[in-house]
T-cell receptor
Framework: DTGVSQDPRHKITKRGQNVTFRCDPI?????LYWYRQTLGQGPEFLTY????????KSRLLSDRFSAERPKGSFSTLEIQRTEQGDSAMYLC????????????FGPGTRLLVL | RKEVEQDPGPFNVPEGATVAFNCTYS??????FFWYRQDCRKEPKLLMSVYSSGNEDGRFTAQLNRASQYISLLIRDSKLSDSATYLC???????????FGTGTSLTVIP
C-alpha cells in the first residue's frame, strides 16, 4: 500500500500524559499537513510542512502541541500534558507542490483522553 | 465569520434524485477549491477540484462563483453509494492552509 499511513490508529491516554503520533506520507510528496477533526465538524488545519520546514501553524496549535518532520519524510505530532478537549481524530495528509494540489489523507489516529 | 460555511443538512433524497450543495467562503484571495467526500469513520477523499470554468465528472458537477464567493456541487441520478458527508475545502491567501467546511450529510434512500 503506497498511501498515507498513520500510527497508531487508536490511542487512549489519561489526562496529563504525553502522546506522539506518526505519519508516513506518500513517498514523493513534499507537502505534509496535520488536521484535527471532532464529531460533526470538518477537519481543522493544525500545521503544514514543505519538506522538513514547518511553514505554517494554526492558532489552534497551542504550546502543548509540537510537530516535526526531521528528514522531510515522516512526521510526528506530539501533544504534551493532554487534556480531555484534545480527544479527536488526528488526520495527516500529503500532497505534491502544485496548483490545485490534491491532498491524500491517512486513516487518522483517534485519540481519547480520559 | 468562519472561513467556509456549509449547510450541514442532513439531506435525505430518493435514489435517482438530483441534489445540490452550496458552500460559501470568506477569503476573496482563495485560489484553490475542492469537494471532498467522507464516509462514516473514514478519512476524507477527494471528489473533485473546482475550476473557475466549472467542471463535470460523470454525475457530479462543480461550479465556482468568485463574485459571490460560493462553490456548488450537483449530484445527478443519486445512487445509494453516494450517501456520505461532502466537505467543501478552500485554501488560504497564502495557499498553504486549507479550510474545511463542517460538511453536508447526504443519505440516498432506496
Amino acid at each position: 500500500d503506497t498511501g498515507v499511513s498513520q500510527d497508531p490508529r487508536h490511542k487512549i491516554t489519561k489526562r496529563g500524559q504525553n502522546v506522539t503520533f506518526r505519519c508516513d506520507p506518500i513517498s514523493e510528496h513534499n507537502r505534509l499537513y496535520w488536521y484535527r477533526q471532532t464529531l460533526g465538524q470538518g477537519p481543522e488545519f493544525l500545521t503544514y510542512f514543505q519538506n522538513e520546514a514547518q511553514l505554517e501553524k494554526s492558532r489552534l496549535l497551542s504550546d502543548r502541541f509540537s510537530a516535526e518532520r526531521p528528514k522531510g519524510s515522516f512526521s510526528t505530532l506530539e501533544i504534551q500534558r493532554t487534556e480531555q478537549g484534545d480527544s479527536a481524530m488526528y488526520l495527516c495528509a500529503s500532497s505534491l507542490e502544485r496548483l490545485q494540489e490534491t491532498q491524500y489523507f491517512g486513516p487518522g489516529t483517534r485519540l481519547l483522553v480520559l | 465569520r468562519k472561513e467556509v460555511e456549509q449547510d450541514p443538512g442532513p439531506f435525505n433524497v430518493p435514489e435517482g434524485a438530483t441534489v445540490a450543495f452550496n458552500c460559501t467562503y470568506s477569503n476573496s484571495a482563495s485560489q484553490s477549491f475542492f469537494w471532498y467526500r467522507q464516509d462514516c469513520r473514514k478519512e476524507p477523499k477527494l471528489l473533485m477540484s473546482v475550476y473557475s470554468s466549472g467542471n463535470e465528472d460523470g454525475r457530479f458537477t462543480a461550479q465556482l462563483n468568485r463574485a459571490s464567493q460560493y462553490i456548488s456541487l450537483l449530484i445527478r441520478d443519486s445512487k445509494l453509494s453516494d450517501s456520505a458527508t461532502y466537505l467543501c475545502v478552500v485554501n488560504s491567501n497564502t495557499g498553504n492552509q486549507f479550510y474545511f467546511g463542517t460538511g453536508t450529510s447526504l443519505t440516498v434512500i432506496p
